[in-house]
């Protein structure tokens, strides 16, 4: 079986810039292109998994959101695709949800697709939802603390005893021992 690391992106590669639709605002957090690139070499296949509600508030565009995630993959410079599957969740809070986290839909779609052993795959993000869909796809949960939020304050964080890190890179650096 193999293993994967679902990572949310703002806040987690690139900075949080609410609604960012332009990708000249993509700045990648430091460490990151570098964690990315262990994080392959040790095996882990990636998947970007993204709450884009701007989209549904009809704030941006999807085509917004694709231009700031193809910049994301420019500056990381880890060749493209970098990642196996990318799900940008349009849903607004409010509105029925198929992707959008803590939904576990896309994690559990892409175990099934790509034979992914849960016990060794991981969803790393910023945020409640990162954890909580994490949580309801049951698998590894790290979270980071380059977003909006110090995750050390959620609930589920010492609920589930989820280890949190400075950033990707510190958590990446975990993953080779």
């Known amino acids: 079986m193999n293993k994967a690391l679902f990572l949310d992106r703002d806040g987690t ?11 000249a605002g993509v700045e990648l957090i430091p460490g990151t ?3 990315l690139r262990l994080a ?4 882990y296949q990636l998947f970007l998994f993204t709450n884009q509600s701007g989209i549904g508030r009809g704030y941006h565009t999807l085509d917004a959101t ?5 910049r994301m ?5 880890l060749g493209s695709p970098l990642f196996v599957g990318v799900c940008i969740a349009p849903e607004a809070p409010g509105l029925p949800m198929a992707y959008r986290k803590p939904s576990p839909r896309f994690i559990l779609e892409q175990i099934a697709a790509h ?3 849960p016990a060794q795959s991981w969803m790393v993000g910023d945020s409640a939802t990162d954890i909580g869909a994490g949580l309801a ?3 590894n949960v790290a979270a980071v603390c380059t977003g909006n939020i110090d995750p050390r304050t959620l609930p ?9 890190y400075p950033s990707v890179a510190e958590f990446v650096a975990t993953l080779k021992s």
């Open 115 to 117: 034979n992914l052993d």
């Open 33 to 35: 292109a570098d964690a």
């Open 156 to 164: 589920d964080v010492a609920a589930h005893s989820i280890p949190v």
């Open 66 to 70: 694709l231009r700031v995630n193809a």
């Open 13 to 23: 590669l690139i900075l949080d810039k609410v609604y960012l639709a332009d990708p």
């Open 137 to 139: 796809a049951k698998v």
């Open 73 to 77: 993959e420019q500056l990381l410079g």
């Open 40 to 43: 392959r070499s040790l095996g």
